[in-house]
């Protein structure tokens, strides 16, 4: 089902998945850990819509600064139809979970 997805989403047609940031707000946390909240822009298979991100951050020993953070979305939202398998016998949901991170070093 994953090569379903994948051709759904059009990713062999450069259908990479982007998110603009406009505006972020951090919030610090204790022992170099702090929460990054940033409203923007994602692009799925070519359709941009407005969303809040969350990341979870912490500086590391080295000064890396790593985030991690996940957002479920619909793919109907991005005018993705749901993929199917087998004429239709096999289904997914329109829910999708996004997984992200970044690490980021001075």
């Given at each position: 089902?994953?090569?379903?997805?994948?051709?759904?989403?059009?990713?062999?047609?450069?259908?990479?998945?982007?998110?603009?940031?406009?505006?972020?707000?951090?919030?610090?946390?204790?022992?170099?850990?702090?929460?990054?909240?940033?409203?923007?822009?994602?692009?799925?298979?070519?359709?941009t819509k407005p969303v809040v991100l969350l990341a979870a951050c912490e500086v590391k020993?080295?000064?890396?600064?790593?985030?991690?953070?996940?957002?479920?979305?619909?793919?109907?939202?991005?005018?993705?139809?749901?993929p199917t398998y087998m004429l239709g016998a096999l289904r997914t949901g329109n829910k999708?979970?996004?997984?992200?991170?970044?690490?980021?070093?001075?």
């Amino acid at each position: 089902m994953d090569s379903k997805a994948y051709d759904a989403m059009k990713a062999k047609d450069g259908g990479n998945i982007t998110f603009t940031a406009t505006a972020s707000t951090i919030t610090p946390g204790a022992d170099g850990a702090f929460q990054v909240k940033s409203d923007g822009n994602l692009t799925i298979a070519g359709v941009t819509k407005p969303v809040v991100l969350l990341a979870a951050c912490e500086v590391k020993a080295d000064g890396m600064v790593s985030c991690k953070g996940t957002n479920t979305l619909k793919m109907s939202d991005y005018q993705i139809k749901p993929p199917t398998y087998m004429l239709g016998a096999l289904r997914t949901g329109n829910k999708l979970t996004i997984a992200f991170s970044m690490n980021v070093m001075k």
